[in-house]
């Protein structure tokens, strides 16, 4: 018995004549749509244009290390709460009370150092254990009642502001600011990881050898790196890795892009939103314990506005609105174009008053570029 073989191939065969179709999957992805995936674009876009702006406008000194540096150090302030926001709304998440928990954060760490008389590694960590039960509320107020993170933590926004009035004017007799850091932490060893400059001994030696610009009094005129730079690049450098290398980063992900499939698939959803708004806040109360030991005082209204600038540092850098998609990296890069404008107008004869305008330029540009362009080119939701 012969078999037929001109009515087509056997079962479990290809026929020669027509294609082998390939899982696309593993089809290989074009340099420019890859570069277009990355959330980190429009941030490293922006800081371009940004800097050929002022490298149009601006004194020159704004371009020296000292410029450099003097620019960085608000960008770091605001660039610690920036990449916790960051990994919040990459969760699907917002939190509004960042920027009151500065100021809160603040006078609570007055009272532990300078009321009860706390060592400064004790009042930090007893401040920073008062932040996390801050966020552990909000993230439990809107796992239990289902509102939007919008709402509830708008309403601690509020809260924590007036407990900030509230309470400097009782821990102080009738004023809003608080003083005496300085001299309370002049003798701890632990000063130098809060205030002041990192790696002052090499800047000096540069200065030594002329690399370095000197001062009329023979300090050099960069004596360091500004301590809430290293702890800018330390925290940005973890929260990438946790993103990118880590199983809890895969849930970050997944809790902001679907939440119900990430349940269904075993993902801890309530624990990591709970674990990010915890991070938020902790990240909020450090930045307020550098500025107060920066400054050396705090008082009720610290972090103004800063809600806002994080999470449109973060918007910059790529995180969507509608959560699952993101990146640290994208909020460090974001949080340094907030610093160029922010101190670069003072390098320029443009009224600072403009920094509100770019504010929301830059949010505008920002959310359209993130839900337009990378949608166009690679077919991305």
């Known amino acids: 018995m ?16 027509s294609p ?3 899982d696309e ?15 980190e674009l429009g941030a490293i876009g922006g800081l371009i244009i940004v800097g050929i702006f002022f490298l149009f406008t601006a004194n020159s000194a704004m371009f020296t290390l000292n410029g450099g540096l003097t620019i960085m150090n608000p960008s770091a302030q605001l660039g610690i709460m920036a990449v916790a926001v960051s990994l919040l709304m990459i969760g699907g998440e917002f939190d509004l009370s960042i920027g009151s928990m500065v100021a809160f954060a603040g006078l609570v760490f007055g009272i532990f150092l300078l009321e009860w008389h706390f060592p400064l590694i004790i009042a930090v960590a007893a401040t920073l254990v008062v932040a996390a039960l801050v966020g552990a509320i909000n993230g439990a107020v809107v796992q239990a009642t289902r509102l939007p ?10 809260i924590l502001r007036g407990l900030s009035l509230v309470g400097l004017k009782i821990v102080t007799g009738g004023t809003t600011q608080l003083r005496g850091f300085t001299e309370a932490t002049a003798d701890s060893v632990f000063t130098p990881l809060f205030s002041g400059f990192a790696f002052s001994g090499l800047f000096r030696r540069l200065a030594d050898l002329g ?26 450098a973890l929260a990438t890795w946790c993103l990118l290398k880590t199983k809890v ?7 902001g892009g679907d939440a119900r499939a990430a349940r269904n698939s075993g993902v801890p ?13 902790c990240s909020a109360a450090f930045v307020g314990i550098l500025t107060v030991m920066d400054a050396g005082s705090t008082d009720a209204m610290r972090g103004l506005q800063k809600e806002f600038q994080a999470v449109i540092a973060a918007v ?24 160029i404008v922010s101190i670069g107008l003072s390098y320029t004869t443009f009224d600072s008053d403009w920094f509100q305008v770019f504010l929301g330029v830059m949010l505008l540009i920002a959310v359209i570029f993130n839900n337009h362009l990378r949608r166009k080119v690679t077919g991305e939701r």
């Open 2 to 17: 012969s078999i037929d073989t001109t009515s087509g191939p056997l079962p479990g065969r290809s026929s020669p004549e």
């Open 25 to 39: 999957r593993l089809q290989t992805t074009g340099f420019l749509v890859r570069l277009m995936r990355r959330p």
């Open 249 to 255: 980063g895969n849930w970050i992900f997944a809790s």
């Open 316 to 339: 910059i850098g790529g995180c969507l609105l509608t959560g699952g998609y993101g990146s640290a990296l994208g909020a460090f890069f974001g949080s340094i174009i907030f610093g």
């Open 149 to 158: 993170s919008f709402i509830v933590t708008l309403a601690f926004f509020f």
């Open 269 to 281: 959803v309530d624990r990591v939103k709970m674990g990010l708004f915890i991070l938020t806040a």
């Open 20 to 22: 082998v179709s390939r």
């Open 211 to 236: 690399l370095i610009e000197l001062l009329p009094d023979g300090t050099p005129a960069a004596p360091g790196i500004p301590i809430a730079v290293v702890w800018f690049v330390f925290f940005t």
